[in-house]
């Protein structure tokens, strides 16, 4: 069997309505004074934010304006409200933006270097980053365990990562009933986002007996679950299923990584300024092709495990977007650059994937992706 090492030092709160208890216990780690990291708008409108803002015992500052690719001019900003009040902790309350907006916050308020050079030049995040309290209101992205701060400098054209233990959580808590009211695109494109962690950490050369078994009840989780919300938004039940294969699928993002669709998103998520499961569900009917000429054997375990139909790797994904109603290619997202321009922001550790090796693989799924 092979071997592994795991880092799961988030202390973790699971369950419905389980944030007031949570923040109360973990008091001594958000500290007297708070900036509090959000998307703002249907989360203040639902009264979740002030909800939250009269749970905490600290002094809290806000920055409500994070958009969907955080762009490191927003994250400037939150810094400079969290010099400004010295406070001693950051909370990402919302989708993986906020969350992963926090954490780029928590490293620059301690740090006198840009927060852009800590991208570009991929520094490691001081030991003395602030505590980080992730608090996420989707489903998919598993950002409220994982290692990377994944922002964008929409000016130098990159989407990328900072990472770094010091950038996983101190605390992570996740209460389903806040993924209750989610619209269908978001439901659909979030959950979408679960699947593609649990596929593409399963094939990952990284992967390990641990990752394994958490990809499997992830992926049959998804193919269960996603179903029925398409169907139906107000089952809740399945709405709590997603919560929990998110949550446990930070495991994997945190521990594993993933594989070439991620690398490869990032790019267009930028151009295109859409989400990161709408990306993610464009490149993956190529990406499954090609995975499954370097790892058959698993690639059909993830689509068995998800429930598609028998058939070729590539038409069992396409049918089963058909059938969730989100299939879509990259030009349905919007005006994309040249398939070189996009190939040039690919960033990030590609091997991972064994299909890495494949002469240009890159072009091949921007090409056959369009
Ligand atoms: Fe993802």
Redesign the pocket.
């Known amino acids: 069997m092979k071997s592994y090492e795991l880092s799961m030092n988030t202390r973790t709160y699971f369950g419905d309505k389980c944030v007031e208890k949570a923040v109360k216990k973990e008091k001594n780690s958000i500290g007297a004074r708070t900036l509090l990291i959000t998307t703002g708008g249907v989360l203040k409108e639902l009264g979740f934010v002030g909800e939250l803002v009269s749970w905490l015992e600290s002094e809290v500052f806000y920055y409500d304006q994070v958009t969907a690719n955080p762009d490191v001019a927003e994250i400037r900003n939150a810094i400079k409200i969290g010099k400004e009040h010295r406070v001693h902790s950051v909370i990402g309350f919302g989708g993986g933006s906020a969350i992963d907006a926090a954490k780029a916050a928590a490293v620059g308020i301690v740090s006198d270097i840009d927060i852009e050079e800590y991208l570009i030049k991929g520094l490691t995040p001081p030991d003395d980053t602030l505590p980080i309290i992730a608090i996420p209101t989707t489903a998919g992205?598993g950002a409220e365990l994982s290692k990377g701060a994944i922002i964008s400098s929409r000016e130098k054209k990159i989407k990328s990562g900072i990472r770094g233990e010091k950038v996983a959580p101190t605390v992570a808590i996740v209460d389903p009933t806040y993924t209750f009211k989610l619209p269908l695109t978001v439901t659909m494109e979030t959950g979408f986002?679960v699947f593609?962690?649990a596929a593409e950490s399963y094939c990952a050369v990284k992967a390990d007996p641990f990752s394994e078994m958490l990809s499997e009840k992830s992926i049959k989780i998804v193919g269960e679950a996603l179903p029925r919300l398409a169907k139906n938004l107000d089952d809740l039940e399945a709405r709590k299923m997603m919560s929990f294969a998110s949550h446990i699928m930070g495991y994997n993002?945190k521990n594993v990584g993933?594989c070439l669709p991620?690398r490869l998103q990032y790019p267009i998520g930028i151009a295109t300024e859409t989400s990161?499961g709408a990306g993610?569900i464009a490149l993956y009917p190529a990406w499954i092709k090609y995975e499954s000429t370097v790892n058959p054997t698993r690639v059909k375990q993830v689509l068995d495990w998800l429930g598609c139909e028998e058939g070729q790797p590539e038409e069992r994904i396409r049918k089963w977007l058909d059938r969730m109603n989100i299939a879509r290619n990259i030009e349905d997202l919007g005006k994309v650059p040249s398939i070189e321009d996009l190939t040039s922001m690919v960033s990030g550790n590609l091997n991972n994937d064994k299909l890495a090796g494949v002469d240009d693989i890159i072009v091949t799924l921007y090409k056959e992706s369009m």
């Open positions: 992205t986002d593609a962690h993002v993933n991620h990161h993610l």
